[in-house]
């Protein structure tokens, strides 16, 4: 490691700065807009167009250990849950908002801002290991933390075809740097820990020191309780790379694969646990069981990150074309294939694989890219190009995010007098219990209050369709008799119901009116 630091001179560590904090301007605007743009009598709930689902979990994590819970729980399901489950990431940012007294969104976003100059620094590092010309380290940093797809210039066919709407660079936040440091701080850590695990795996290999190994170990270790499912990317990386050293050389490098066997031992207690969790926790299980996220064709991905296949592409054909196999150019080459492999395999986790496929396309691609660069001699179309041609998604993300911004869009933002319920059920319910409200309340409740929810996400809630078709068509509706509804919340152990409007016809329900507002009522279902 520091025979690559010595290589990397004041100068570029000044660079990577100045670039950091622009990076944390442009991804940090929109919110702040958001927050200075509140429609009268309304609260910013921290969310943007980008996945708003997801944050209000991470939040509800944040909530938890607030509260003084370190093992989590699925708030968005009302089922009894034996056994928390421990996540160091989230662990982390609710530690960071309990020291500092930070609302949920207000830790989540600052630690996702902190997060992002580690981010820069970690990928920069990873990109001066495989060039060595300061200049062309700076034009990939460009490459890697800005570039997206074509999907903006595809959004518009939504209407026609959903297959061009959903480009991965329109909806996986992880698909590349850009997104995840625009959406969430644990994507973010996600990221810097799979960057320094392969640049010690690297390492171990060059210097053949035992010590990189064993840190990747311990990192991977650490990284695999948050986010196991990479544990597949980051071995499949080392099995290709070294498959295709054995047909090169003709032999098996076991220096190499040594390496590979102290950091697969170290980090498997982390799986071997996940894999305990969801034998042990029924709940967990189905959970997991309800984890799809597909994708419907490869192009989608090929959209979701446009001219850089092409940039690759020419890369790739000119390393084979040379038959000079470059080990740093092979090692990109197996990571661009396993994770292309892992997406293409049909499994319930594709769109997770695409992380980090951003960066052996962006390296691979900037050799090109930058002949091009220095041909062309005019920065200012330069950076046209770029904007138009390989980051237009990015800045579509943005000005969509601000649009709805500036027109109040309810979506964002949460009318104070059901923050304040939500608040009061916090501070006067000290008892955890499960909320029945409707269905977009019960996405923020466990954010505000330390309670579960009967339905709020697919994922999240178990047999969400069928939760949400009772919310949304059966329960709320004043035909369905008080004996229906007592059983109903009898039988799925239903603490509070939560009415956006006074409810007229409570008759002889057994509910108990605990907090009354203008048009927000809690009730507590007082049972036998």
């Given at each position: 490691?520091?025979?690559?630091?010595?290589?990397?001179?004041?100068?570029?560590?000044?660079?990577?700065?100045?670039?950091?904090?622009?990076?944390?301007?442009?991804?940090?605007?929109?919110?702040?807009?958001?927050?200075?743009?509140?429609?009268?009598?309304?609260?910013?709930?921290?969310?943007?167009?980008?996945?708003?689902?997801?944050?209000?979990?991470?939040?509800?994590?944040?909530?938890?250990?607030?509260?003084?819970?370190?093992?989590?729980?699925?708030?968005?399901?009302?089922?009894?849950?034996?056994?928390?489950?421990?996540?160091?990431?989230?662990?982390?940012?609710?530690?960071?908002?309990?020291?500092?007294?930070?609302?949920?969104?207000?830790?989540?976003?600052?630690?996702?801002?902190?997060?992002?100059?580690?981010?820069?620094?970690?990928?920069?590092?990873?990109?001066?290991?495989?060039?060595?010309?300061?200049?062309?380290?700076?034009?990939?940093?460009?490459?890697?933390?800005?570039?997206?797809?074509?999907?903006?210039?595809?959004?518009?066919?939504?209407?026609?075809?959903?297959?061009?709407?959903?480009?991965?660079?329109?909806?996986?936040?992880?698909?590349?740097?850009?997104?995840?440091?625009?959406?969430s701080p644990h994507f973010i850590m996600s990221y810097i820990m799979m960057f320094l695990i392969i640049l010690l795996i690297l390492l171990s290999f060059d210097h053949n020191k035992f010590r990189y190994s064993i840190i990747a170990g311990i990192l991977a270790l650490i990284y695999f309780n948050f986010h196991p499912f990479y544990f597949l990317t980051i071995f499949l990386i080392l099995s290709l790379y070294l498959l295709a050293l054995f047909i090169q050389n003709k032999k098996i490098?076991?220096?190499?694969?040594?390496?590979?066997?102290?950091?697969?031992?170290?980090?498997?207690?982390?799986?071997?646990?996940?894999?305990?969790?969801?034998?042990?926790?029924?709940?967990?299980?189905?959970?997991?069981?309800?984890?799809?996220?597909?994708?419907?064709?490869?192009?989608?991905?090929?959209?979701?990150?446009?001219?850089?296949?092409?940039?690759?592409?020419?890369?790739?054909?000119?390393?084979?074309?040379?038959?000079?196999?470059?080990?740093?150019?092979?090692?990109?080459?197996?990571?661009?294939?396993?994770?292309?492999?892992?997406?293409?395999?049909?499994?319930?986790?594709?769109?997770?694989?695409?992380?980090?496929?951003?960066?052996?396309?962006?390296?691979?691609?900037?050799?090109?890219?930058?002949?091009?660069?220095?041909?062309?001699?005019?920065?200012?179309?330069?950076?046209?190009?770029?904007?138009?041609?390989?980051?237009?998604?990015?800045?579509?993300?943005?000005?969509?995010?601000?649009?709805?911004?500036?027109?109040?869009?309810?979506?964002?933002?949460?009318?104070?007098?059901?923050?304040?319920?939500?608040?009061?059920?916090?501070?006067?319910?000290?008892?955890?219990?499960?909320?029945?409200?409707?269905?977009?309340?019960?996405?923020?409740?466990?954010?505000?209050?330390?309670?579960?929810?009967?339905?709020?996400?697919?994922?999240?809630?178990?047999?969400?369709?069928?939760?949400?078709?009772?919310?949304?068509?059966?329960?709320?509706?004043?035909?369905?008799?008080?004996?229906?509804?007592?059983?109903?919340?009898?039988?799925?152990?239903?603490?509070?119901?939560?009415?956006?409007?006074?409810?007229?016809?409570?008759?002889?329900?057994?509910?108990?009116?605990?907090?009354?507002?203008?048009?927000?009522?809690?009730?507590?279902?007082?049972?036998?």
């Amino acid at each position: 490691m520091k025979e690559l630091l010595a290589t990397i001179s004041k100068r570029e560590w000044a660079y990577v700065l100045f670039f950091s904090l622009a990076v944390v301007v442009i991804v940090t605007f929109p919110y702040i807009f958001a927050y200075f743009n509140v429609p009268p009598g309304t609260v910013y709930n921290g969310l943007h167009s980008l996945s708003p689902g997801d944050p209000p979990i991470y939040f509800s994590y944040i909530n938890q250990v607030k509260t003084g819970d370190y093992l989590f729980e699925d708030y968005f399901t009302s089922e009894n849950q034996e056994i928390g489950f421990f996540n160091i990431s989230w662990l982390i940012v609710g530690l960071f908002a309990k020291i500092f007294i930070f609302t949920p969104a207000l830790a989540f976003h600052v630690f996702r801002i902190l997060l992002i100059p580690a981010l820069i620094v970690v990928s920069y590092l990873l990109i001066a290991y495989f060039f060595k010309e300061t200049n062309q380290r700076k034009f990939t940093l460009i490459i890697l933390a800005l570039s997206s797809g074509l999907g903006f210039y595809f959004a518009p066919l939504a209407e026609i075809s959903q297959y061009y709407f959903h480009s991965t660079d329109l909806w996986v936040a992880e698909s590349n740097l850009f997104l995840t440091m625009y959406q969430s701080p644990h994507f973010i850590m996600s990221y810097i820990m799979m960057f320094l695990i392969i640049l010690l795996i690297l390492l171990s290999f060059d210097h053949n020191k035992f010590r990189y190994s064993i840190i990747a170990g311990i990192l991977a270790l650490i990284y695999f309780n948050f986010h196991p499912f990479y544990f597949l990317t980051i071995f499949l990386i080392l099995s290709l790379y070294l498959l295709a050293l054995f047909i090169q050389n003709k032999k098996i490098g076991w220096q190499k694969v040594s390496h590979v066997a102290i950091i697969f031992v170290i980090s498997l207690p982390s799986i071997f646990y996940h894999i305990w969790l969801i034998k042990t926790v029924p709940v967990l299980y189905t959970r997991a069981t309800q984890n799809i996220v597909v994708l419907d064709s490869l192009w989608i991905i090929i959209l979701g990150y446009g001219l850089l296949w092409l940039f690759s592409g020419f890369t790739i054909y000119k390393l084979i074309k040379s038959n000079k196999y470059d080990e740093k150019k092979l090692f990109l080459v197996a990571w661009l294939a396993a994770i292309l492999l892992l997406v293409v395999i049909p499994t319930q986790f594709q769109s997770r694989f695409l992380q980090s496929l951003i960066f052996p396309l962006a390296v691979l691609a900037c050799t090109p890219l930058y002949l091009l660069y220095k041909k062309l001699n005019n920065k200012l179309l330069a950076v046209v190009l770029f904007l138009l041609l390989i980051a237009p998604t990015n800045l579509f993300v943005i000005a969509k995010d601000i649009y709805y911004f500036s027109n109040g869009n309810s979506n964002f933002y949460l009318p104070d007098e059901k923050v304040e319920a939500w608040r009061w059920l916090d501070q006067y319910i000290p008892d955890k219990g499960v909320v029945l409200a409707p269905l977009f309340d019960s996405l923020f409740i466990p954010a505000y209050a330390d309670q579960k929810v009967y339905a709020a996400h697919e994922i999240e809630t178990l047999y969400f369709k069928n939760n949400k078709k009772i919310l949304n068509q059966w329960f709320y509706l004043s035909k369905v008799s008080c004996e229906q509804k007592d059983s109903f919340l009898e039988r799925n152990k239903i603490n509070y119901v939560i009415f956006n409007k006074k409810e007229n016809d409570i008759g002889q329900c057994r509910l108990k009116e605990i907090y009354n507002q203008e048009n927000i009522s809690i009730y507590q279902f007082v049972g036998n």
